[in-house]
């Protein structure tokens, strides 16, 4: 079916034939097998039907390549193949699309110019005009398609060498496994924790070497229950390095097919023997529990920052983008973890919290917060009525925090799909910040110690598994340190927390001036 657009479009194409007639008809069999508009340039000799394509100088070729080349298989200085050769760049692929003419299209000629770079080929006994010219539109359509398929593995390829690089500069050691547990990528810290070289632990046939001998079946199980299971798994071991003994945590990433199972599982390797020696030492000197959580807070920053980088990494990657999302997910959760755990350090050894108070546009605080909070959960409808404007002497980061604990509590016990409700108000002496959400009442012996660290609501919930039970206690004493309230009622059908700060600027409580 011919079509107005296409004809509005020129193809140049070069036909390479020693016969004037052959290349009369085919200029014939073009011309009448489609609207499209064509530029003709004829050649007698492959050298001219090169240098035609090439653009040398002297030739009637234009300074891009042709739409396509016609190319007689026998010509009188060399035949298809050596054409072929000739246009055939560093990358494998010819200049432009080439169509081979055959005086017998056997079996055998076709795979030899096939084999030497051309797109299609077509016997001259066989020539018509829908042939030949389906066969142009093929040809071009085919390297079309290959070109593109050759731009997308050199991304691929840059990309490979630019996560190569990125990983080697890593502290930790990351290992990529196959479902045969045989490891297809790794960085240079593993080279440097065992003293092999990269290339034999990948290419070994035999027993893995980066298998400890002491965890040997271990490995195999853990790496084998993640690829069955396709859930990120975890592990500890001891492994004697070129450095001696040191101590690994072992988190291992599932890598999902379009099929849905686990292809590959990439194990990020957090040296953790400081940990481990700190811990002995804790035990043994019998340190205060407080001063062991504030050293736990600071240790979990490196494993924290790794699994994030990898993390942006894998986006990167369409098979692994749903792992990423994971990924990225927990590392938000363990940021908080650790935030509050150096909170209650800082609560619990007297030191307080530090405070930078500054007059601040609360509304647009809000609002800001809100529509964060909607883009981290789009699943949870949250509802807001705020003023426009409403100024107030705060520490902005410390009310996030307090908003950002509220928030999470409601999306953790609350109704599913029912809203989370955010009032602000003021009168004019106080700011008032209401976080609602549908729930049945807390239990009154809870209500009682709710305001204290590490207490759980529940004793299981499934949306909040690693909740410490500090999100409430340090919201308070942030309220607190604010010289205002943080109190909890039941109103009709819904769970209330509320924050009241005076509006006038806070005085004394080790407040740091604005």
Known sequence: MNHPEIAQQVWRVVIVDDSFEDRQQVRKLLLSGSDRRYQFVECETGAAGVAAVKGTKGTEASSSPPACVLLDFHLPDINAPEVLAALTGADGMTACPVVVLTGSAGL????????????????????????????????????????????????????????????????????????????????????????????AMIDATGPRPWIVDGARAQWGEVLKQTFVDGARGAMEFAFETVMGERHFAATLIPEFGIDGTAEFVLVVLHDITEQKVYEQVLSQAGLRKDEFIAM??????????????????????????????????????????????????????????????????????????????????????????A?????????????????????????????????????????????????SNVSAPIPQDFVNTMFEPFRQRLAVNRRNPGGMGLGLYIASEIVKAHKGTLAYTYDKERVVFTVFIPLATQQGCGLAPP
Not at 333 to 338: S, V
Not at 409 to 415: F, Y
Not at 427 to 435: K, P
């Open 108 to 199: 055998q000629t076709g795979r030899s110019v096939l084999r030497a770079g051309a797109q299609d080929y077509v016997g001259k006994d066989n020539l018509s005009s829908a042939g030949l010219t389906r066969a142009v539109e093929n040809a071009i359509e085919r390297w079309t398609m290959a070109q593109e398929l050759l731009l997308s593995s050199l991304a691929v390829s840059r990309s490979e060498r630019a996560l190569q690089t990125l990983a080697d500069h890593l502290p930790d050691l990351l290992i990529r496994f196959d479902r045969d547990l045989h490891p297809v990528f790794l960085n240079a810290a593993v080279e440097h924790a065992t003293g092999l070289v990269r290339h």
């Open 387 to 435: 003023p426009s404007v409403l100024e107030a002497d705060i520490d902005a980061d410390r009310l996030t925090q307090v908003f950002s604990n509220l928030v999470g509590n409601g999306r953790a016990h609350g109704a599913v799909g029912q809203p989370i409700c955010i009032v602000l108000a003021s009168d004019a002496t106080s700011l008032r910040l209401d976080v």
């Open 296 to 385: 736990l807070g600071h240790d979990l920053r490196d494993p924290l920052q790794t699994i994030t980088m990898v993390a942006k990494l894998l986006e990167h990657s369409d098979s692994s983008s749903r792992m990423s999302e994971r990924i990225v997910a927990s590392t938000g959760r363990m940021h908080r973890m650790i935030t509050q755990v150096l909170d209650v350090s800082r609560l619990s050894s007297g030191l307080g919290l530090a405070m930078q108070l500054q007059r601040c546009d609360v509304a647009l605080l809000i609002r800001d917060l809100v529509g964060d909070a909607t883009l981290s959960y789009p699943d949870l409808p949250i509802l807001l009525d």
